[in-house]
């Protein structure tokens, strides 16, 4: 019987590292075939090289970093800044759903401080839904599948919204056993650690990768390090009561309960 399958879907490459990572590798650890899925090129994360130099120092060291994180490579689709939700990258990113077709889909946050990330997440959620439907054609073509997907969101970048509010998990990962390949993997990105020290004012790039992961440990009131996930609505992709990251990781997935409890009064 082969195993379940797992994909995380970043924006670019390092957001998975920063965002996704400790749960891919736990996800990994638990037997599941993994994937590692980036829309952008990098091309535009830095200042040193020509666009298409930078997009293949970058593809590089993402390749480093899938293979960190012992997950399967697949090949960017766009340049940064051109993940527009349209037809024709949905096709694209719908063929490789239906490729891998995962069990489990880790996507970016609804609500995040940049737009290819908020439409990296449009796309993999729509190229999820319409996995089954045999009247969308994918490019390259793809046979519809049926199996159930259950749709993860991370945490916005800064765990916050566009609008300064703070992001509140539904449920906690814990990633202190897989904190240290999550950091491996992040080294890959040499390119970035000089371009998000001048234009984002992140002076030490892999402290966060760790203040991230002790902020939601802290939130979780049980992990050291981990990471947080709010579980979308069933609707077109699996059953109801689907939870199969829980299933999957047992004691290391931790309910919010009180953000459960929210869910049916409102906010």
Sequence with gaps: MPNPVAMAIGAHPDDIEIMMGGTLVALKQAGFETHYLNLANGCCGGERHTASRLAAVRRKEGQAAAQVLGAIYHESFVNDLEVFFERTLLKRVAAVIREVHPAILLVPSPQDYMEDHTNAC??????????????????????????????????????????????????????????????????????????????????????????????????????????????????????????????????????????????????
């Design 122 to 267: 449009r796309l993999a959620v729509t190229a999820a839904f319409v996995r089954g439907m045999r009247n969308f054609s994918t490019r390259p073509r793809r046979q519809p599948v049926t199996a159930d997907v259950t749709v993860y969101h991370a945490m916005p970048h800064g765990l916050r919204d566009p609008l300064r509010r703070r992001v509140v998990p539904g449920a906690f990962v814990n990633t202190s056993r897989t904190h240290r390949v999550q950091l491996e993997a992040l080294k890959a990105h040499r390119s970035q650690q000089q371009w998000l020290q001048s234009s984002q004012g992140m002076n030490q790039y892999l402290m966060t990768l760790e203040g991230f992961a002790l902020e939601i440990g802290r939130l979780s009131k049980r992990f050291r390090h981990a990471e947080g996930w709010r579980r979308r609505l069933h609707y077109g992709f699996c059953a109801a009561e689907a939870n199969p990251l829980k299933d999957a990781l047992g004691a290391d997935y931790l309910e919010n309960r009180a953000y459960e409890a929210a869910l049916e009064t409102g906010y």
